[in-house]
């Protein structure tokens, strides 16, 4: 993760295998980490069944909140990056039965990878 990005408070990405250690007691079976992107403490998590958006609260960090969205109830995303002096993107998802989009900020480098990601898993 680069420090610029962190300043900025657009998130990176981070090793999907570091990741898949740390959530291994929280992934089912068969369940595999296949992308991750990190601000500060938080994290995006793509895996090859749901988006996992993790909040870690608090100055020790030790309130989480995981947030699983299954690809299924994903209805549309969008991702919008910006021009030549600005570094980050944006990721709006919608999901059924919800109006209001989930919104994550990404560094400009990831914002393809991201809709690779979403892509995938969405029209699989």
């Known amino acids: 993760m680069g420090l ?34 990190k601000l500060v403490r938080d994290l995006s998590v793509f895996t090859n069944k749901r988006l996992i958006l993790i909040d870690k609260q608090g100055l020790t960090g030790r309130k989480v909140n995981y947030h699983s969205i299954p690809y299924k109830s994903i209805t549309q995303f969008i991702v919008e990056t910006a021009g030549h002096f600005d570094t980050d993107a944006e990721l709006k998802i919608w999901l059924s039965g919800k109006s209001d989009a989930i919104e994550i900020e990404l560094s400009a480098s990831s914002a393809q990878a991201v809709q690779k990601n979403l892509a995938s898993q969405m029209f699989s």
């Not at 079976?29 to 296949?34: A, L, R």
């Open 4 to 37: 610029f990005d962190t300043i900025m408070g657009n998130a990176s990405e981070t090793s999907a295998e570091d990741v898949q250690e740390e959530l291994s007691p929280i992934l089912a079976d068969n369940e595999t980490v296949t992308s991750a992107f």
